[in-house]
């Protein structure tokens, strides 16, 4: 584990400085995609980074996200570990089909012989104001796909350390930002060595374990400030694979749990994470694992996103009714 | 009907195709005047390895009514493009194919039990694709262009002597990922030759309902890609376009784009019914187009071939079919720990509990 920036920094600079690294690291890495070379990225997370390596290495491409996948994916073939950007999760989408019938699968269907360590870049989420098709939440999609590692860092230092570890990795990897954490600072050093699979316990507590992951990890962190329960709080990090064993010691503990996600329910990832929690630790629950997540509808216009996004006073409102009063009372016959 | 082909350094270079496509050869076997024609060993090699290719492809359709096989694409009548387009890639080149094109695989010198794997259905690819350059048969339709656009422009950020050839249909050049390709290829002035075998049919639906273009060709001036249309039954003439753009990528001059008019001869699988969406008739024109009769009567004019290296190259092709027939008889070795152990590089915990559950702890 290496200290490598002491100063606190910004989710976007703690990127930029993941990508500067691993480009200085290894000379296979390249950076694509639409506006990532000569402006830095709409949200700078490229910036200076063309000039500093040259437009071999870091370069803008046509505005065609298949096209940057499948490139990538031909990159990968012969040797080279692209890290691609998506503008926008809800742009990624034309780059469904590449990303979930060859960069998920090629490994598996060449039994191996063909790596490919690809990086997809996706800003995610809501909370910035976007206009429609800027704040998907779009990770159940890739988390369903098998073959491919889903990773969502909730703090700068975490940023730096999943990139790296990200580039670094032989399996495909869909690397999700969460866009209004962009700018949030975090005094932690930019350290490497951070396991890629592993969730992380926050905040510990007694009562209750509150498993939340990218952009709702500060906001539980404030709800277990707010709590008057003991509240343990685990950020994921990793969505695909699941840290089962970090989850379910904690829900064996605590005997209660809540997922927050801005996603919506219905077969969203909290409903993997509930399946999973009651089926490992169904003899130590006190109360059904609760959800509290975005609503089931398309995500809203920015003058209403405030409604839809789950917040302090929604993880509370889930954690009071977790049971805790014995005596509650059961409908009548 | 058909155009002359120029000099081989002149042929690849102009956005605009040719009006009519360019041949070589007539389907009567003699040269078109004023053609370069390759030299003769490189077109009874290229017999040779079409006439064993045919051979393979019948061997493979009856392998399927067997049972042996869950489903064959035939390239019956399509060899000029399979056989000639391999046979001008050099070793260091790589091969993007799709399913129908074994018969190219083979001329490449995968080994055909290997090739057959994914028809089969004991894995998904029998072959590395390392070994040969063959990446893997692309199932869903136009999504290798972009594959191979991509390892071409890292071959060419690497300084490497390699092009990609990447094979695609008449119904795939309608798919967006193929225009995305000639895009990238485009801007990036990558090394890389797109061969459009214009069969006539994506299964059932005509050219006609594909394409409103003057031709598949001039898909590619609007990308900026120097674009041909060849006799894909020539196989003088695409060893010659292909050659000649490969030529063109490996000296930094970009990409190229050839449709190859050609004919499916079989139906799309053993499990299409032609007769549906076409007559007999039309059938029966083409076969009179086949490309290895008319390379065979090229050669036998130039007494290149007679009856002698006729026969030989027939029994190679039947031993070929033969080997094939005993190999494919015997049941693959089937292990289902293997549908676990290249999920990711390394399985997961939640892999191996699952693993476990089939193969026991």
New interface residues.
């Given amino acids: 584990m290496t200290a490598v920036a002491a100063e606190p920094v910004t989710m976007a600079r703690a990127l930029n400085r993941a990508l500067a690294d691993a480009l200085t690291a290894d000379e296979r890495v ?1 950076v694509f995609g639409e506006d990532v070379g000569t402006l830095g990225g709409v949200f700078r997370v490229t910036d200076g980074l063309a000039v500093r390596f040259g437009e ?1 290495r870091v370069f803008d ?2 505005l ?1 996200e ?2 940057i ?12 570990r692209p890290v691609v950007e998506m503008q926008f999760d809800a742009f990624a989408y ?1 780059a469904f ?2 990303i979930t ?2 960069l998920a ?11 490919l360590p690809v990086v997809v870049r996706i800003p995610y989420g809501g909370g910035i104001g976007g206009v429609e098709h800027h704040s998907d939440s779009s990770e159940a999609y890739f988390a369903h796909t ?2 491919l ?1 889903v990773i969502t860092p909730g703090t700068p230092s975490d940023a730096y350390s999943l990139l790296r570890a990200a580039i670094e ?3 495909p990897v869909i690397f999700f930002e969460p866009k209004r954490l962009y700018w949030a600072k975090d005094p932690s050093p930019l350290t490497t060595g951070t396991p890629l ?1 592993a969730a992380v316990v926050r905040r510990p507590g007694t009562d209750v374990t509150l498993i939340a992951y990218g952009p709702t990890v500060p906001t539980a962190l404030e709800s277990a400030e707010a709590a008057d329960v003991s509240v343990e709080v685990i950020d994921l990090r990793s969505l695909a ?2 840290d ?2 970090t989850v379910c010691a904690s829900v064996r503990r605590t005997g209660r749990a809540v997922v927050v996600h801005e996603a919506p329910a219905f077969l969203g990832y909290g409903a993997e994470v509930a399946a999973r929690v009651t089926e490992q630790c169904f003899h130590y629950l006190h109360a059904p694992v609760a959800r509290v997540t975005g609503f089931d509808i398309p995500y809203p216009p920015p003058m209403l996103e405030k409604h839809y996004l789950p917040n302090v006073d929604r993880i509370l409102a889930a954690i009071e009714r977790l049971q805790w009063d014995d005596t509650v009372e059961l409908p009548d016959a | 009907m058909s155009t002359v082909a120029t000099p081989r350094q002149k042929l690849s270079r102009d956005l605009l195709p040719s009006a009519e496509p360019l041949q070589l050869i007539t389907p009567s076997g003699e040269a078109v005047p004023g053609g370069h024609l390759p030299d003769d060993r490189v077109l009874l090699d290229i017999y040779r390895r079409m006439v064993i290719g045919r051979r393979f492809d019948a061997q493979a359709t009856a392998l399927t009514r067997q049972g042996r096989l869950a489903v064959y694409p035939s390239s019956h009548g399509q060899e000029a493009c399979e056989v000639g387009a391999v046979a001008a890639l050099r070793t260091q080149d790589w091969l993007f194919p799709t399913y129908r094109d074994c018969v190219a695989l083979v001329a490449r010198g995968v080994d055909p039990v290997e090739t057959l794997s994914l028809l089969r259905g004991d894995w998904h690819l029998g072959y590395n694709p390392y070994s040969h350059r063959v990446a893997p048969q692309c199932t869903p339709l136009a999504t290798n262009t972009l594959h191979a656009v991509g390892l071409a422009r890292a071959a060419a950020i690497k300084g490497e002597d390699a092009a990609a050839l990447v094979f695609v249909g008449d119904g795939a050049s309608s798919e967006g990922d193929t225009h995305e390709a000639l895009n990238f290829a485009g801007v990036w002035h990558a090394p890389v030759v797109f061969l459009v075998q214009n069969n006539g049919y994506a299964i059932s639906v005509p050219l006609s309902k594909q394409s409103a273009a003057p031709s598949l060709a001039h898909k590619g001036v609007g990308y900026g890609v120097a674009s041909m249309l060849i006799d894909g039954n020539d196989p003088a003439m695409v060893y010659t376009a292909v050659q000649s753009a490969l030529e063109a990528a490996q000296a930094g001059e970009g990409p190229t784009l050839i449709e190859a008019r050609t004919y499916r001869i079989e139906a799309h699988t053993n499990a299409d019914d032609a007769s549906r969406y076409r007559g007999e008739d039309e059938v029966l024109s083409w076969l009179a187009r086949d490309p290895i009769d008319r390379l065979d009567r090229y050669l036998t004019a130039r007494s290149v071939l007679d009856s002698e290296t006729r026969t030989r190259i027939a029994d190679e092709a039947e031993a070929f079919a033969s080997s094939l027939r005993d190999r494919m008889n015997a049941d693959p070795m089937l292990d289902p720990a293997v549908l676990f152990e290249h999920v990711y590089a390394t399985p997961t915990p939640a892999l191996r509990r699952q693993a476990a559950k089939v193969v026991g702890p």
């Fill in positions: 390249l071999a491409t046509p065609a298949a096209g996948v499948g490139t990538a994916i031909g990159m990968a073939m012969n040797g080279l034309p089909e590449q019938s060859h699968k090629l490994h598996n269907r060449t039994r191996g012989r063909m790596e098998a073959g590692r990795c032989p399996d699979d694979p699941f089962d064993a």
